[in-house]
């Protein structure tokens, strides 16, 4: 069964996956800082357009590096964060788009 939105299609295995990322705290509150990027220390203008480098999050959030990367990957297979490389370094940003088609697919269905 699919669940539909602006005529996008959110299955129910993609549901599963956004409410998995969200069921730890500190997975939420990444997507909260995530939200003001320019709130991270040393954040310039143009890094601001392609996110948050993955160690100033782990820095904030004061989890090791392997831990951090699974729950930025765990938000970015739920589609709730993007991902771009930059050389060695990767920075997150909110998906702004697909959290909002999430939340519309939710405002359906309850």
Same mark, same amino acid.
């Given at each position: 069964?699919?669940?539909?939105?602006?005529?996008?299609?959110?299955?129910?295995?993609?549901?599963?996956?956004?409410?998995?990322?969200?069921?730890?705290?500190? +997975?939420?509150?990444? !997507? *909260?800082?995530?939200?003001? &990027?320019?709130?991270?220390?040393?954040?310039?203008? =143009?890094?601001?357009? /392609?996110?948050?480098?993955?160690?100033?999050?782990?820095?904030?959030?004061?989890?090791?590096?392997?831990?951090?990367?699974?729950?930025?990957?765990?938000? +970015?297979?739920?589609? !709730? *964060?993007?991902?771009?490389? &930059?050389?060695?370094?990767?920075?997150?940003?909110? =998906?702004?788009?697909? /959290?909002?088609?999430?939340?519309?697919?939710?405002?359906?269905?309850?």
């Amino acid at each position: 069964m699919s669940l539909r939105y602006d005529r996008q299609v959110t299955s129910e295995a993609e549901l599963l996956d956004v409410f998995r990322a969200l069921s730890n705290p500190a +997975r939420r509150q990444m !997507l *909260v800082w995530l939200k003001e &990027r320019m709130s991270f220390p040393g954040q310039e203008p =143009d890094n601001a357009e /392609i996110g948050v480098c993955v160690t100033d999050i782990q820095q904030r959030a004061g989890l090791s590096q392997p831990t951090t990367s699974q729950y930025l990957a765990m938000l +970015r297979q739920a589609g !709730l *964060v993007i991902a771009t490389r &930059r050389g060695k370094w990767t920075y997150y940003r909110r =998906d702004e788009e697909n /959290i909002a088609r999430l939340l519309g697919t939710l405002r359906d269905v309850l």
